[in-house]
């Protein structure tokens, strides 16, 4: 079983910037199979920024530029660190990986506002 937490979300000004923390436990972290999700009422959820299994990372095009996704394996925890955040980007945001099975977490809510 794998647990993930996330944190650090919260309302923030347009422009504003945020960092998200997802700590994992219960298996051998491996970010290469971690990535960050958003998702808005009424709406699936979409895939944020992830690492790759070769290591590398991929983002959506409307957080290229602005949002950056890393890892600390000494502290099995990924961050994501949302610059230049704009209302859009307002959304509940969800720690995603994949240890033979899909496991997320609970959420942490991120407010934009104008």
């Known amino acids: 079983q794998v647990q993930l937490v996330e944190s650090g979300g919260g309302l923030v000004q347009a422009g504003g910037s945020l960092r998200l923390s997802c700590a994992a436990s219960g298996s051998n972290f491996n970010r290469n199979f971690m990535a960050w999700y958003r998702q808005t009422p009424g709406n699936e959820r979409e895939l944020v920024a992830g690492f790759t299994p070769g290591g590398s990372t991929k983002y959506a095009d409307s957080v290229k530029g602005r949002f950056t996704i890393s890892g600390d394996n000494a502290k099995n925890t990924v961050y994501l660190q949302m610059n230049s955040l704009r209302p859009e980007d307002t959304a509940v945001y969800y720690c995603?990986?994949?240890?033979?099975?899909?496991?997320w977490g609970k959420g942490t809510l991120v407010t934009v506002s104008s």
């Open positions: 995603y990986t994949w240890d033979g099975m899909d496991y």
